[in-house]
């Protein structure tokens, strides 16, 4: 069992597109172990993203991340973090897979409606970096009912 750490970006909120991302994570048999529904503020931003200060789309990206109401995920499951970044497509829409998230809605790289960890070490960063330990479900994944 796996946790990865998602962000429904401020774009995909304003989209209506919460309900239906969610549902494409959990047809894949993840679960959601924690959630939050929340603008991001700068100062988070630029820690949360600090891995990418140096660039120049830096600024236009924390700009995008604070500009409305996020979706914040904590998803459980087999292989969660791969599943993930699968489901969501490449960072480039352009790029991605017809049937990805990012293929399906996001208009280009910057606003790619989906943020997730790229790896089990970030997760874990990024789990903690948005949820306290209280706010993470410590049941294991659930017994989907489509089974
Ligand atoms: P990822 O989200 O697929 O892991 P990263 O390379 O970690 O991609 O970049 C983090 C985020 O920064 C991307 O999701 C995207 O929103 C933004 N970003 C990355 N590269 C560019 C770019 O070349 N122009 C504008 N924004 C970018
Ligand atoms: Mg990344």
Do not use: C, Q
Request: hydrophobic residues 35%; glycine residues 8%.
């Amino acid at each position: 069992m796996e946790t990865t750490f998602v962000i429904i970006k401020p774009n995909g909120v304003k989209g209506g597109l919460i309900g239906e991302i969610i549902s494409r994570y959990e047809k894949s048999r993840l679960s959601v172990s924690a959630m939050k529904f929340k603008t991001i503020e700068k100062s988070e931003a630029e820690g949360f993203y600090a891995e990418h200060k140096e660039r120049g789309f830096f600024p236009e990206l924390v700009a995008f991340m604070t500009s409305g109401p996020s979706v914040l995920l904590a998803l459980s499951g087999e292989k969660a973090v791969e599943k993930v970044r699968t489901i969501n497509g490449a960072t480039n829409p352009a790029n991605a897979s017809p049937g990805t998230i990012r293929h399906d809605f996001a208009p280009n790289t910057g606003e790619n409606i989906v943020h997730s960890s790229d790896s089990t070490t970030s997760a874990a960063r990024e789990v903690a970096f948005w949820f306290e330990k209280k706010e993470i479900a410590s049941y294991p994944p659930y017994s989907h009912v489509r089974g």
